[in-house]
């Protein structure tokens, strides 16, 4: 759905430094050519299926759905993918892509590190260099993911500047790319900043609702009436959503994090939050003081703690295809740790704002209705920090 | 005509840049009052942007110490109100897309045209996305600056034509900065820019001293001088305006030397 600016509705667009324009420029001719070279596709699936662990199962929680007394509840398991998280779909498909670009380096900017993680993973795989710039707050916050990066072969850069969270990592690895475009590649972690990267990620993460539509209609021979993800820049939820847009029957529903509460200045809810701004490469909703000052955002997941989203999901909530929905710290929590007793299954913080939202909506549905939650990725990067959440402090 | 050329009548010129309200409103006022006295063509004022993304540390730097001062766009508005009491020569403003587009750009541009402001840089706002603010910069009669860079090659020519107030040509990669050497070749991108466009252009990025000044200035219209300012103020505070103002004295003697 994207239009021939890179625009979605009013949304998107390429609000970037001329110094980086002929280099998005270049990227999406290359983009344009790739996604329908057979070849380019044959070995994204063999990436995607002998090295990612695809297609991600697709499982009935029996226990939640017998708990919760209402719709039956399917989990798609995309914490079960190679490096414990959906992002390995988007970057193995840009290395690759960077790769036939005659790219040699990869440049990534990185939340709850998990994104990071995969680029580094991705990089050492196909003999790339790898930089990835995270939040001076975040490598603390995730300091075993740090680790992890460097064992992959990649640096680490801390970024001090801001809030030292991801919008300043955003910004850094974008300063660095301006610096050196010749031989790198900004592997981008969402479907965010200038076009065409928003349709670039959404692309290689559609492979999640692709699998969900096959694996449900085998299982159940129908579409699900509720599907419904986490939402930062909003990947993972794109990713969920893309193949049921056109299926006006499937409510789409993206979670975001509340933190302490939308009536709090501590939340990244920027669809319930936000206004319409510029910042980052596009057009969207962004949480921001009347002058158009970026706010700093908060919320217990690393991975959600960004003051913007993707202009696809800005588009959907703008004409009603899809619900945006905020749950809090103590919401995700809690979801968190009722995933773990109840399915066996830790959930990263991320993945359990949604969880949360299907046990508020569940138990309100009728049992022959469906409802799937993406689980984007595994909680053991959370384990520290719920712990502390909840007063308990351990040591790795 | 634009007020703009006025800056390029006299032989090259020279344009710093500051920040307003680092440290604070006033000694960004003194620091401008010592840029005119000394030679100053044209001023570049900063808006404050809490997420400068073109900007380096320096001028990142001067950013977070205007907003945590509390500074907001309206306080820049009334200070260039306080400004253009005295000073005569162009003024422009150079911030980011979100600042004009969150005030609503029309009442954003139209009061730069009230208050005496000639022109606008938004850095991140490429000629693909120009038109929702051209439109509304044509009817107010305020510039917007077109920037080019050293990656822009068969760009050059089509952001060159429609250009106005003056070019500014970005010197080398990466973000704005001190820098020990040039290494791009401006003179060639400035040859395709004279052959499309009759708008004058300045050099910035990377321009910290006289002789570097002097050499952008050979083979261009004027320099642009951002990051070595503002380092003045950063190691100065509120002492800097006589500091600034020998500063540009220095530059412009080179400039206008070539």
Known sequence: MTNQNGRFGIHGGQYIPETLMNAVIELEKAYNFYKNDPEFNRELTELFNEYAGRPSRLYYAEKMTKDLGGAKIYLKREDLNHTGAHKINNVLGQALLAKKMGKTRLIAETGAGQHGVATATAAALMGMECVVFMGEEDTKRQALNVYRMKLLGASVVPVKTGTATLKDAVSEAMREWTSRIADTHYCLGSVMGPHPFPTIVRDFQAVISKEIKEQMLEKEGRLPDVVMACVGGGSNAIGTFYNFIEDKEVRLVGCEAAGRGIDTFETAATINTGRVGIFHGMKSYFCQDKYGQIAPVYSISAGLDYPGIGPEHAHLHDIGRAEYVAITDEEAVNAFEYLAKTEGIIPAIESAHAVAQAIKIAPTMDKDKIIVITISGRGDKDCAAIARYRGEEIYE | ?258
């Open chain 2, 1 to 258: 005509m634009s007020k703009i050329n006025e800056a390029f009548k006299e032989g090259k010129a020279f344009i710093p840049f500051i920040t307003c309200g680092d440290p604070d409103l006033e000694t960004t006022k003194k620091c401008v009052l010592e840029m005119v006295e000394n030679g100053a063509d044209l001023i570049e004022l900063g808006i404050p942007f809490s997420d400068p993304t073109a900007e380096g540390p320096v001028i990142q730097g001067a950013n977070i110490r205007a907003l945590s001062n509390g500074i907001t766009t309206d306080d820049v508005f009334e200070l260039v109100k306080e400004l253009r009491k005295t000073v005569k020569i162009p003024m422009v403003f150079m911030t980011y897309a979100n600042v004009v587009f969150s005030y609503d750009a029309e009442k954003f541009i139209s009061t730069c045209n009230e208050i005496g402001i000639d022109g606008l840089i938004l850095p991140d706002l490429p000629y693909e996305e120009k038109e929702e603010f051209q439109s509304i910069c044509d009817a107010y009669a305020v510039d917007l600056i077109s920037l080019i860079a050293p990656t822009s090659e068969q760009r050059i020519a089509m952001i060159a034509k429609e250009a106005q107030g003056f070019i500014y040509l970005v010197s080398s990669l990466g973000v704005t900065g001190t820098r020990s050497e040039i290494k791009t070749d401006l003179a060639s991108i400035v040859e395709v820019i004279r052959a499309n466009s009759n708008v004058p252009c300045a050099i910035g990025f990377g321009i910290s001293n006289p002789e570097q000044a002097a050499k952008m200035a050979a083979v261009s219209d004027g320099a642009i001088v951002g990051s070595a300012i503002i380092k003045l103020l950063e190691k100065y505070g509120k002492e800097a305006p006589k500091y600034v103002g020998e500063f540009v004295k220095g530059m412009k003697d080179a400039v206008r030397s070539v």
